[in-house]
Each structure stands twice: as structure tokens, then as C-alpha cells.
């Protein structure tokens, strides 16, 4: 029987150290053939008779041991003297040099050593020798040379920020030998580091370009090295760096100095908003919507900006108020192209953001609800729709602008908090343009009357809508009443008579007297009503004498001139048909009028422009011992003329009818809130009742205290003395 020779340890050995010196050589540079397969065999062969041989005679334990040492001897002989000598660039060449030889070496020793890999290491649970061999690079190169590697590679990348050309290629190089070192190495030997050192870079960078640039040109560059620094990331630091390196970028050249930046006199946010910048205003939204609230102080300066603009413009308005100009539309018009033009930056430059719609917002709110002139917002957009409405009004805009003027009211009156105030006074004006024929169209009414309802409901406007359709069938019931007239020959009057029915709950308030009406009006108002309740049985009339228009003819001795008046100055002028002088108090008794009515009406007819009466004795105020006559003298170059009365403090009228109609909102909230939760202390049913009534006004919380207090009088709420909450309240069924 044959017997197996031992191979002892340092024979077995001496073979594996001439495959090691052959590779070493090979490394080095030197010349050496390559390794055969022969020899590949052979020392294989010889590692693994050595590491299955029985006991005393296995040397596995031993040959794991000389593995290590071969690793340790080839970079602490042939790695290390040779990086020690390098510096800058060419450390991180040589660095990488050794690296790559010192991976060829541990793969050639593996090959050698596979079945020692193989078996004994998941054996015994040792490190596997490749480990093992990247364990020694890591302990005696890197451990030594990284500090110094770390300095030259953060100086190469200053070097490239400031224009200059590296080799990124062997940066990517020696920053993979940190991740391959292990997973904290990159961190803790390299980018923590490398942060700090683009930190310090980047507040020098800014503390330099806040003082030289303008904001467009500082965001410029912003821009730039945000772009620069993410496309480093790309080609040779590690995917992981991104993060911290944009944030320190955004931190020091943006937040750092966001105040300065966008306060930059000429050229900060303001300016580059005024002047319609949009690129420059889209690149400000670009850098700093990224950042953590970085869009809060631009959003902050762009809403300062707005109020700043509209309030110069509401001073403007004021100023020109002041010194007798007439600015209410001009304002208006100018509030608008505002709002347009800031709209059209968040659309388009802010991207739509919320926090800038809530900016524009706040500064809107603002601006329309501030009283100009001693009007309020209400009122001025409420005359400036009737301006508009007119007749000349939308000529003068063409039919394409005032389709978006009137999208622009809706818009402002989204601001308003009394909106309630511009209903009265849009329905007042409305019903003056639509009872005198002043108004540009049916269609631009029914407009505009659409996108309010759109915006603020059905209930907004539905007394609006009543008016336009009461003025329609205003119009068939005048034609049915001609067509009544020409069939009934006996009944006619013998005076042109146009009467316009209403429907009392659609129209404002209007103030009703008992004239004593002329012979000649008495009779046409009684062929009306005969016709009417042939029509009708169930409705009564009331008539409005305030808002009729005569057309009378005065008699004067240059020739007849056509006054064109309302029905109570006409009852004024026909009591001198049968008389030359009256007495004022003549006038009043015949009339059965107020003194301050009378007065009106005896000023516009002998004070004004028109002196269709002498008055004795001759000034410029009504007396009770004033005597009047017919001034048959009177002539005028027109033959027709409107002699217009004095008008009437319309907004005074309005603040009372929405002062009662808040009132009467406040009842109904507090009732229906008490209705459906019964019991409620006195804090939270104020409350809910200015969140159920803020949609129309701001209600006056002393006001919501008082109606409280009305309505505990009136039985509706009492004071829940029960409860443990003190100033409780409990409905009563």
C-alpha cells in the first residue's frame, strides 16, 4: 500500500512564495511572465493537500495567518514607502495606483488560497480572506493616508468651484476607496468634512455677492452652483452627498441672506414684482421653494409690495379728493389692473402656490375694505359698476373689456367683507338705471348679475334678477295698456302716460307721500287702475309719485320750451295754471307736502340753474314768507331742458336699510344656531354666529350682544341659570 507524503509547513510554503514574488513583480512594473496555468495548479494543489492533511500535519490555521502576513508585508514594503513620498494630486494617483494593485493581489492570493477560503474560514467563522485583505489596506494605508487624501481632494473641488479643471475621474477614483472601506468611512473621513469645508465656502461666497450683485444677478449664480454642486454629485461624489451638499448651498446662499436678497433696493423682490420680471421672479420661486419655509419671506414681501402700491394708489385717490378732483373710477380701474397683474405672477412666475393666492389675498383684503374719501369700497365698487352700466359706460369700454371688467368686480368684491353693503347700493343704482332708462342693456345686466350669483349664490342676487325681470314685464304690460286704450276711445286721458309695475319685495325702499295731485294726474291713474284690475283682482297698486317724469310744456312769451321734471315738481308748476303768484304757504297747503320737501322742490324750480320761477324776495334759500310766480320771461337756447332736483343723501338712506337688514340677519343666525344645539354658552354663540354671517359682513360683535339681549326679551332665548357655565343660553320652543 502506497503511503500519501506530508507536506510540511515551510516546504509548502517556499512554493507559495515564489507565486507571491511572480505576482509582486508583476505588479511593480517589472518584467515577469504571467502566471501559467501550471503554476496556478500547482500552488492550488499544494494549499490544499497542506489543509486536508490530518492532523498534526493540517496547517489551514497557519496558512490563514501567512495570508494576512503576505498582505501586511506587500503594502508595508511596497504601498506605503511609495505613497508616504507623494503629495497633492499625485498622492491621490499613487493612492489609487495602490489600491488597484493591492485588489489584483488579494484576487490572485484568493485563487490560491480557495480551498483555505472555501472550508476552514466558514469552518471555524473567521473573516473570509478577501475581507482580510481589504482589512489590511484599511488599517495600515488608509488609516494613515486618508487625512491627508481628504485635504487634497476638498482643495481640488474649491479648485473646480472657482473655475479651474480637475480630473474628476480619479476623484471618483479615491472616493470609492473610502465607500469601499466601510460604510461610515465616506461620512466620517470624507463628508462631514467635505460639508464643513463648502459651509465656510459658501457663507465667504455670499457675504461677497450680497454686496456686489443685484438680486437677479446673485440668484444667477445661486442657481449655478446649486446646478454645479448636484452635477458633482453626479460624476464623482457619492449619491448620498447630494442632500447635505444642497442644503448647505440653500442654507448659506439663500437662507442666510434671504432678508438682504429680497429687500435689495432696485432690484429685490419688490422691484423685480413692480417691473414685471417674470423670469427673475420664476427663478426666485425655483430657489427658494425647495427650502423648508423658504417661500415664506417672499410670499411676506410680495404681499408687503401689493398693500404698498394699492395703498399709494387709495392716497392718490385722496389727494386729488382733497383738491376737488374726481378719482372713484380712475381708483377702481387702477385696483383692478393690479390685481390682474399680480394674479398673473402667481399664476404664472409663483406657479399657482398657495402661500402666494393667500398673500395676494391678504393684501386685497386690505386694500378693499379701506374707506376713500369717506366712502366706503362697497360703495365705490357699486358706482363704479353703474358708471359702467350706463348707457355710454360700455361704448365707450367696447362689448370684449367690459366682459372683463365685470369678472374683475366679482373678483374684487371677493375681498369685500361688507358685501351686503355693495347689494344695497348696486340695487339702488341698478333700479335708477333700469327706471329711468339709463341702463347700457338688458344683456350686460344679466351679465354681470350671473357671475355674482356664480360667485356669492343665488340668494345674492335674486332681488337683482327680480328687478330685470319686473322692468320686462313692464315693458308687454305698457303695450297691453296702449292696446287697452286704443280700443276704449271714451277712457283715454288725454295725456301720454308710460306707468311701470313692480313687485314691492324686488325694488329698494322708496318714500311715499299723500301729493295732492293735479285734476289732470288724478285722472290718468284712474284709467290705469280700472285697466289693471281688469287684469288682476289680487294685488294692489302703490304708487311711487318720487320716481315719476313729466314732460310739461311752459307757455313762456320768447316761446315754449319743453321741461322735462319729476311728477312733484310738475304738481308745482301746474298749480300756476290757474294763478299768477302763490304764497308758500299757499303751495304747501295745495300740495300737502313736507316743509323739506317743498323746499327741494321750490329751490330746483327758482334757486338753480333753471329760474322757471321768480321768487320775492330774490336769494338763494327758501323761506316760509317766500311768494312765488310763473316766470313767463324764462328762455333758454335749448328747446327742451331737464330740470334736475337736488339730490338726496342716498348713502345715508342705504346704511339704514343694511344697518336693519344686519339686524334682522343677526335674529335669524342666533335663532337657527340656538334652534339646532338648544343650550350654548355666550362666547361660542358669538362665535358661531360671525363664522354663519361673515360671508355676507363682518358682524359687530356689540351688535350680535344686543340682539341677544332683544331676543331674550322677546321670548325666543332665556339665561340658563342651571348650568355650571356661567352666562349660559337656552332656546325656548
Request: proline residues 3%; hydrophobic residues 35%; glycine residues 4%.
Amino acid at each position: 500500500m502506497d503511503c500519501v507524503k506530508v507536506i510540511g509547513l515551510e516546504e509548502g510554503w517556499s512554493h507559495m512564495e515564489v507565486g507571491v514574488a511572480k505576482v509582486t513583480r508583476i505588479l511593480e512594473g517589472l518584467k515577469e511572465p504571467p502566471v501559467e496555468s501550471e503554476s496556478y495548479i500547482h500552488l492550488y494543489t499544494t494549499i490544499y493537500n497542506m489543509c486536508t492533511q490530518k492532523p498534526p500535519n493540517d496547517y489551514s490555521r497557519e496558512l490563514y495567518d501567512r495570508y494576512r502576513q503576505v498582505c501586511e508585508d506587500y503594502l508595508t514594503q511596497r504601498a506605503l514607502p511609495c505613497l508616504r513620498e507623494k503629495h497633492s494630486v499625485f498622492l491621490l494617483r499613487e493612492l489609487v495606483l495602490r489600491w488597484s494593485n493591492h485588489k489584483v493581489m488579494v484576487r490572485w492570493l484568493s485563487r490560491f488560497f480557495q480551498y483555505l477560503d472555501r472550508c476552514f474560514t466558514t469552518r471555524i467563522s473567521v473573516a473570509p480572506l478577501r475581507e482580510v485583505g481589504m482589512t489590511c489596506f484599511r488599517d495600515l494605508v488608509y488609516e494613515e493616508l486618508h487625512s491627508r487624501a481628504t485635504d487634497v481632494v476638498i482643495e481640488l473641488i474649491n479648485e473646480e468651484r472657482e473655475g479651474g479643471q480637475i480630473d474628476r475621474a480619479l476623484l471618483k477614483n479615491v472616493l470609492d476607496i473610502y465607500v469601499e472601506a466601510g460604510k461610515d468611512q465616506y461620512k466620517n473621513d470624507f463628508e462631514t468634512l467635505m460639508l464643513k469645508d463648502s459651509t465656510s465656502y459658501y457663507s465667504r461666497k455670499a457675504a461677497s455677492w450680497i454686496q456686489e450683485d443685484s438680486c437677479p444677478e446673485y440668484m444667477q449664480k445661486a442657481e449655478e452652483c446649486l446646478r454645479k454642486e448636484k452635477e458633482r454629485v453626479a460624476h464623482y461624489l457619492h449619491s448620498t452627498t447630494e442632500a447635505g451638499l444642497v442644503e448647505i448651498v440653500q442654507r448659506q446662499l439663500l437662507v442666510a441672506v434671504a432678508k438682504q436678497l429680497l429687500d435689495k433696493e432696485h432690484s429685490g423682490c419688490r422691484a423685480l414684482s413692480r417691473d414685471d420680471k417674470v423670469d427673475d421672479l420664476s427663478r426666485m420661486y425655483r430657489l427658494f421653494q425647495p427650502i423648508a419655509k423658504g417661500l415664506e419671506p417672499v410670499a411676506d414681501v410680495f404681499k408687503q409690495h401689493i398693500t404698498a402700491e394699492g395703498n399709494a394708489l387709495i392716497k392718490q385717490a385722496e389727494d386729488a379728493a382733497t383738491s376737488g378732483g374726481v378719482q372713484d373710477q380712475l381708483l377702481v380701474t387702477q385696483i383692478m389692473e393690479l390685481h390682474d397683474k399680480y394674479m398673473a405672477h402667481v399664476m404664472g412666475s409663483f406657479q399657482s402656490h398657495t402661500l402666494f393666492h393667500k398673500a395676494l389675498k391678504e393684501a386685497f383684503e386690505v386694500l378693499c375694505n379701506k374707506n376713500v374719501a369717506g366712502s366706503s369700497s362697497a360703495e365705490l365698487l357699486a358706482t363704479f359698476c353703474d358708471n359702467l352700466l350706463k348707457k355710454g359706460g360700455i361704448e365707450k369700454l367696447g362689448e370684449e373689456a367690459v366682459e372683463h371688467t365685470l369678472e374683475n368686480v366679482v373678483k374684487l368684491l371677493a375681498y369685500i367683507r361688507d358685501k351686503d353693503l355693495f347689494a344695497e347700493f348696486y340695487r339702488e343704482k341698478q333700479a335708477r338705471r333700469l327706471l329711468f332708462d339709463r341702463s347700457g342693456g338688458e344683456e350686460h345686466e344679466s351679465c354681470i348679475l350671473t357671475k355674482l350669483k356664480q360667485q356669492l349664490g343665488g340668494h345674492f342676487t335674486s332681488k337683482m334678477e327680480g328687478m330685470v325681470t319686473d322692468m320686462t314685464l313692464a315693458k308687454d304690460q305698457q303695450l297691453c295698456f296702449e292696446a287697452y286704450l286704443n280700443t276704449c276711445v271714451a277712457t283715454k286721458p288725454g295725456i301720454d302716460m308710460t306707468v311701470t309695475v313692480l313687485t314691492t319685495g324686488f325694488w329698494p325702499s322708496y318714500k311715499t307721500s299723500d301729493l295732492n295731485l293735479p285734476s289732470e294726474m288724478i285722472e290718468c291713474i284712474q284709467v290705469f287702475k280700472a285697466y289693471y284690475e281688469l287684469r288682476t283682482s289680487h294685488r294692489r297698486l302703490m304708487w311711487i309719485y318720487s320716481l315719476g317724469t313729466c314732460h310739461v310744456l311752459g307757455r313762456f312769451s320768447a316761446r315754449p320750451v319743453e321741461l322735462i321734471v319729476s311728477t312733484y315738481q310738475a304738481a308745482v308748476l301746474l298749480l300756476f295754471n290757474n294763478t299768477e303768484r302763490l304764497t308758500y304757504h299757499e303751495i304747501v297747503e295745495q300740495l300737502n307736502l313736507s316743509h323739506e320737501d317743498v323746499v327741494r322742490l321750490l329751490h330746483s324750480l327758482s334757486c338753480a340753474k333753471y329760474k322757471i320761477l321768480k321768487k320775492e324776495p330774490m336769494s338763494k334759500t327758501i323761506s316760509r314768507t317766500d311768494v312765488f310766480e310763473f316766470n313767463s320771461n324764462f328762455t333758454d337756447r335749448m328747446r327742451r331742458i331737464k330740470v334736475s332736483l337736488p339730490p338726496m343723501d342716498e348713502r345715508k338712506k342705504v346704511l339704514e336699510d343694511v344697518d336693519k337688514d344686519r339686524r334682522y340677519a343677526i335674529d335669524a343666525a342666533v335663532v337657527r344656531i340656538m334652534k339646532s344645539r338648544k343650550v350654548l354658552p355666550h362666547q361660542q354663540l358669538v362665535s358661531e354666529c360671525v363664522a354663519l354671517l361673515s360671508k355676507m359682513f363682518k358682524p359687530d360683535i356689540r351688535m350680535i350682544k344686543k340682539q341677544i339681549e332683544d331676543l331674550i326679551s322677546r321670548d325666543y332665548l332665556e339665561r340658563n341659570t342651571d348650568n355650571p357655565i356661567p352666562n349660559t343660553f337656552k332656546y325656548l320652543a
